[in-house]
């Protein structure tokens, strides 16, 4: 299972939270990054997500597709579109004989029909429970201390502040910059 990144619960409640990613961390890697990129989405990502974990507002957590649309997205995203503009320009041209700007025409009106399509297709993946995000891990759990991170930021700030109040800018015994 492929991991969507990590988010901020926005909003917890009966089973399902409302998280928000960081879309260019959270989907560099995902097979489906086309489909949503190529509708226009872009920035910060609110989703909805099952929460079997009990997150809370404010929590950190990572959440992960339970069922991948990767293949299905690549397909709407860059086959069908093509498949489309191909199929229409030769109809309309070979069959119909039209004029090579009507035949051009024709191509990019269904260019617009398979945007269309891909736009159904990501509206009934939303929809479907099979295609959810769900909330895998809450960031401090499996072996990691919470709040881990921002202690050992908060000790380099320390350091970096007691070595410049030094005469001579060295950092104090034992540390090293």
Known sequence: MTSC???RVLRAGEGRALVEI????????CAAKDLCHALGSR????????NPLGALEGQLVEVSPVR????RAAFFVYLLPAAMFVVAVAV??????????????????????AWAVARAFDRRVTRNPEFRLRIVRLIGEDGAEPGAGARAAASRAAASRA???RPDGRPPAGESR
Do not use: N, Q
């Not at 920035?43 to 099952?50: F, I, K, W």
């Open 5 to 7: 990144g990590v988010g």
């Open 22 to 29: 960081e879309r260019e961390e959270a989907c560099g890697h």
């Open 43 to 50: 920035g910060r990502l609110r989703v909805e997500a099952d």
């Open 68 to 71: 991948s649309v990767g293949l």
């Open 92 to 113: 309309s041209t070979e069959l119909w004989r039209f004029p090579p700007w009507a035949s051009a025409l024709a191509g990019f009106g269904a260019l617009a029909l």
């Open 163 to 165: 070595a410049a109040s």
